[in-house]
């Protein structure tokens, strides 16, 4: 399929999980994929699944905590690909524990990640989107930055900042081509979920769904914010969470 041909996206934690279905999903619509994370064995891997099926895609090791780490990121992503046209920001860290239980070290690491590099790959990239009069920027949140969740209070904060952003950012880049939307995942089954058990699968079944999501069905989403079949849409927040935030 040549739907992003000729298009080039960033996606950041895209060596696992929902990055990973992501970056690959982009790649099968023609994009040049560049990935980022920390773990380069996983990264390269992901490279040579999406280049075996000819698709293009560089990896680039990235800690994001900062705005240089974040401006850094997409300065190499350019020289990559040329341009930047579809950012995913899909990077970010979700601890669960009690308020009461969470240092200052665990706050400012979750806002880093989750809040700022965003933010500044945002800065970074979305002027030469508006200069070509095109391009997508697509957040990940969470249903938790909808719901209370108990031991989700930093995580679901940091989510509803991003959502908050999102908006901003719609009506901020919006009239100059570059669509700004947000994808909210429920319970989905990856790498990171399959180490909470029980309680993932408890989780789970609240939704109206009864199951936990796949990376896969959350990249659907992300490609269709990416491509022009969603051409009239601009700071939406798509759920994909099984329905849970509808009842």
């Given at each position: ?11 950041t ?9 992501a ?17 380069t ?21 990235a ?5 240089s780490?974040?401006?850094s ?26 308020t009461?239980e ?25 002027p ?14 969470t ?84 491509t022009?079949?969603s ?17």
């Amino acid at each position: 399929m040549t739907k992003l041909q000729g298009k080039s996206a960033l996606v950041t934690g895209g060596t696992s999980g929902i990055g990973r279905a992501a970056a690959v999903a982009l790649a099968e619509l023609g994009a040049h994929v560049v990935i980022s994370g920390r773990d380069t064995v996983r990264g390269e891997q992901v490279v040579q699944e999406i280049r075996s099926t000819g698709g293009q895609a560089d990896f680039v090791a990235a800690d994001l905590r900062d705005e240089s780490s974040a401006r850094s990121l997409a300065a190499q992503a350019r020289d990559l690909a040329g341009h930047v046209d579809i950012l995913v920001n899909n990077a970010g860290i979700y601890p669960f524990s009690a308020t009461h239980e969470t240092s200052e070290q665990e706050f400012d690491a979750v806002i880093a990640l989750n809040v700022k590099a965003p933010y500044f790959l945002v800065a970074e990239l979305a002027p030469g989107m508006a200069e070509r009069g095109d391009g997508a920027i697509i957040n990940l949140s969470t249903m938790a930055a909808e719901l209370g969740v108990p031991g989700a209070s930093l995580y679901g904060a940091s989510k509803a900042a991003l959502v908050l952003m999102t908006k901003a950012w719609a009506a901020e880049y919006g009239p100059y081509g570059v669509r700004v939307n947000a994808v909210s995942p429920g319970a989905i089954r990856t790498e990171g979920t399959a180490k909470m058990g029980e309680d993932f699968d408890q989780l789970a079944a609240q939704a109206p769904a009864g199951r936990p999501g796949t990376a896969e069905e959350i990249a659907d989403a992300i490609t269709f914010l990416a491509t022009d079949r969603s051409s009239f849409v601009h700071g939406a927040i798509l759920s994909v969470d099984g329905g849970r935030t509808a009842v």
